[in-house]
């Protein structure tokens, strides 16, 4: 079974997400802020990290960058999903190697799960 960490401060979208994927078979670990996600990716080594990026304690930018430059973690598929459009956002997140953009706004739950087992190569 395929271990996905979701890092996600607002507890109706975490919850919504995190329970369309564990019925889609995937196990889910879900953090509310920044800081605890980083903790929980160190020790958990999952196999793909969805990543919002305004959270408390430390913001999305700072948790992809820390976990590209860990060892542990740097390779680990990392899917930003935000409602944050601007380009200049999209184009940071992707330089700093996330794996995937998507607006939570324009996408559905089915299409984020495409998104992940297209990520997983599943």
């Known amino acids: 079974m395929k271990k996905i960490l979701f890092i996600e401060d607002e507890p109706t979208i975490q919850k ?4 369309f ?5 995937y196990e889910v670990k879900n953090a509310l802020d920044g800081e605890l996600g980083l903790e929980i990716a160190k020790k958990m080594i999952p196999d793909l990290i969805l990543l919002d990026l ?3 304690k430390k913001n999305g930018f700072e ?12 390779n ?33 739950l089915e299409e984020i799960v495409e998104k992940i087992k297209q990520v997983l190569n599943q």
């Open 16 to 19: 919504a997400i995190s329970r």
């Open 76 to 108: 680990i598929p990392v899917i930003a999903l935000t409602n944050l459009e601007e380009s200049d956002n999209i184009e940071k997140v992707l330089s700093l190697g996330a794996t995937a953009y998507l607006i939570k706004a324009n996408y559905k």
């Open 54 to 56: 305004i959270l408390p």
């Open 21 to 25: 994927l564990e019925q889609e078979g």
């Open 63 to 74: 948790v992809l960058k820390e976990l590209k430059k860990d060892d542990s973690t740097k």
